[in-house]
């Protein structure tokens, strides 16, 4: 079983406002990931990262940002947020040398 | 552009009977799928991956195969329980090696 943590689970915000999304994980991947996920819909990745000072854009555009300054963290930020941002953001981790992935419990976030 | 489809998007199905859920791909051969277990509100929890080269792979009542030629691969789970109920994602790997999922099977078993 895989030791990746979100925080917070959830998240009412006005718009405009500074958010960041925690997700943090204890096994040491290098690899990590963020999707973003619609209700009834497929997850999208917004961000990825091979390592340490390492992020790359998903294939869905996102107006958030993320940093990797330690292996075990890799935070989302929003700077303004806003109403089009509401979704559910997942983080997720790769063991080396395989192909599956381990996701955190996801943060949902709603803006107003 | 690769694709993945799972055709239906719920199934219910009595408890004890087999459940057998579809992806489908295009334009594309994957070394591998994938599929995952997502729970309301939580994130996906990995069950079974198969290889390209492989055609039927087991774990305790899954089952899942993959025909190249067909380009799907078949989820089965047998004596279905209500706990079994849940969205079933397939998902394969894209030319960044990153993952892509299909949009999912809502399945639900019913007592």
């Known amino acids: 079983e895989a030791d990746i943590y979100q925080t917070p689970r959830y998240l009412v915000i006005g718009t405009g406002k500074k958010i960041t999304l925690e997700c943090s994980q204890t096994?040491?991947?290098?690899?990590m990931y963020w999707y973003q996920q619609d209700p009834g819909m497929e997850l999208h990745l917004i961000h990825y990262?091979?390592?340490?000072?390492?992020?790359e854009k998903g294939d869905l555009s996102s107006e958030s940002t993320v940093s990797r300054i330690r292996t075990e963290h890799f935070p989302l930020t929003l700077e303004s947020a806003r109403p089009s941002h509401t979704s559910q953001y997942l983080c997720?981790?790769?063991?080396?040398?395989?192909?599956?992935?381990?996701f955190g419990p996801g943060t949902r976030l709603t803006v107003l | 552009s690769q694709k993945i489809e799972q055709n239906s998007e719920a199934l219910n199905i009595q408890e004890g009977k087999t459940a057998t859920l579809t992806c489908n791909y295009t334009?594309?051969?994957?070394?591998?799928l994938q599929w995952y277990r997502q729970d309301p509100g939580r994130g996906p929890v990995f069950l079974l991956l198969?290889?390209?080269?492989?055609k039927e792979k087991r774990k305790e009542r899954l089952k899942v195969t993959f025909d190249t030629t067909l380009k799907q691969s078949l989820f089965h789970i047998t004596a279905s329980q209500p706990a079994d109920s849940a969205t079933y994602l397939c998902?394969?790997?894209?030319?960044?090696?990153?993952?892509?999922f299909g949009t999912g099977t809502r399945l639900t078993v019913i007592p």
């Open positions: 990262s091979y390592g340490v000072n390492s992020t």
């Open positions: 334009n594309y051969s994957p070394a591998y």
């Open positions: 198969i290889r390209e080269n492989e």
């Open positions: 997720a981790s790769r063991p080396p040398s395989t192909d599956t992935q381990y």
């Open positions: 096994m040491g991947h290098d690899k």
């Open positions: 998902a394969s790997e894209t030319g960044a090696n990153n993952l892509f």
